[in-house]
Nanobody, 115 residues
Framework: QVLLVESGGGLVQAGGSLRLSCIAS????????MGWYRQAPGKQRELVAT???????NYAESMKGRCTISRDNAKNTVYLQMNSLKPEDTAVYYC?????????WGTGTLVTVSS
């Protein structure tokens, strides 16, 4: 089991940047895949980006070129750097970790992008 806690959300103007952090309650060294998802009001949760223990990354088409996911195993932390934010990026952003096939989720951090 792992507990995930997100931080770094907030209100930002369009074109601005935010860096989200997700700290885990245990070592993430052995967690193969960690990622960020988001859920906008009235919409389903969707993938933003994932990163494997080997550093391979995967991004949603809508976020390619605008965000970077990274992980610091020594700090048990996963980051999501988002740039050139748009109003449509407004959502609750959730950290995710997959352990033995089970998905663990944080409680989310709200990102609001004003136009």
């Amino acid at each position: 089991q792992v507990l995930l806690v997100e931080s770094g959300g907030g209100l930002v103007q369009a074109g601005g940047s935010l860096r989200l952090s997700c700290i885990a309650s245990r070592s993430i060294f052995s967690i193969n895949t960690m990622g960020w998802y988001r859920q906008a009001p009235g919409k389903q949760r969707e993938l933003v980006a994932t990163i494997t223990s080997g550093g391979s990354t995967n991004y949603a088409e809508s976020m390619k070129g605008r965000c970077t996911i990274s992980r610091d195993n020594a700090k048990n932390t996963v980051y999501l750097q988002m740039n050139s934010l748009k109003p449509e990026d407004t959502a609750v952003y959730y950290c995710n970790g997959v352990v033995s096939g089970l998905h663990y989720w944080g409680t989310g951090t709200l990102v609001t992008v004003s136009s």
